[in-house]
Antibody, heavy 120, light 107 residues
Framework: QVQLQQSGPGLVKPSQTLSLTCAVS??????????WNWIRQSPSRGLEWLGR?????????DYVISVKSRITINPDTSKNQFSLQLNSVTPEDTAVYYC??????????WGQGTLVTVSS | DIVMTQSPATLSVSPGERATLSCRAS??????LAWYQQKPGQAPRLLIY???TRATGIPARFSGSGSGTEFTLTISSLQSDDFAVYYC?????????FGQGTKVEIK
């Protein structure tokens, strides 16, 4: 059974960088059949799929346009985990952030969620 | 990006009754449509994929239908555990997008 365990701070100051990590067990981030995703949820924006990283003979990333200039998702194969970095945050980035595995197009395994508040 | 529109925003249903939720895509997503259930403080849980296939462990009272741009989730006889928010999501291409959700509440 795939499990995803999130870690990272719940409070970030405006203009700083939001950083979260998702540790994977029961699958490999280097899998050729899965993608590894970050999704956030807020009352104002609903559920928003931010981006993904995946391995298909080489590493790829896809990001949603709304955050493309500020986001980086990186795999760490040595620890079987992946991370999210979101730069230059504002209060609009306050949300619950989830990591998720997508397999065959389906987000079938999710992390527990991390409430990240952007405030000074 | 494809816009997913769900209706109604809130559905008030008595236990044992049938609930019908709708989801419309701004362009065709074929059958690449999933439904999720979310309860307070929890991550979304996959219910239906391929528009009509139940995920592992999902009771038969949940069923999905539709293709192209119009989709329906039906809960045949609502149990107390089913009162939650339901989201549709397409996975036809990148970026994936979700609907805004339908809250199923006790009448």
């Amino acid at each position: 059974q795939v499990q995803l365990q999130q870690s990272g701070p719940g409070l970030v100051k405006p203009s700083q960088t939001l950083s979260l990590t998702c540790a994977v067990s029961g699958d490999s981030v280097s899998s050729n059949s899965a993608t590894w995703n970050w999704i956030r949820q807020s009352p104002s924006r609903g559920l928003e799929w931010l981006g993904r990283t995946y391995y298909r003979s080489k590493w790829y990333n896809d990001y949603v346009i709304s955050v493309k200039s500020r986001i980086t998702i990186n795999p760490d194969t040595s620890k079987n985990q992946f991370s999210l970095q979101l730069n230059s945050v504002t209060p609009e980035d306050t949300a619950v952030y989830y990591c998720a595995r997508e397999s065959r197009g389906l987000a079938d395994s999710w992390g527990q969620g991390t409430l990240v508040t952007v405030s000074s | 990006d494809i816009v997913m529109t769900q209706s109604p925003a809130t559905l008030s249903v008595s236990p044992g009754e049938r609930a019908t939720l709708s989801c419309r895509a701004s362009q065709s997503v074929s059958s690449n449509l999933a439904w999720y259930q979310q309860k307070p403080g929890q991550a979304p849980r996959l219910l239906i994929y391929g528009a009509s296939t139940r995920a592992t462990g999902i009771p038969a009272r949940f069923s999905g239908s539709g293709s192209g741009t119009e989709f329906t989730l039906t809960i045949s006889s609502l149990q107390s555990d089913d009162f939650a928010v339901y989201y549709c999501q397409h996975y036809n291409h990148w970026p994936r997008t979700f609907g805004q959700g339908t809250k199923v509440e006790i009448k």
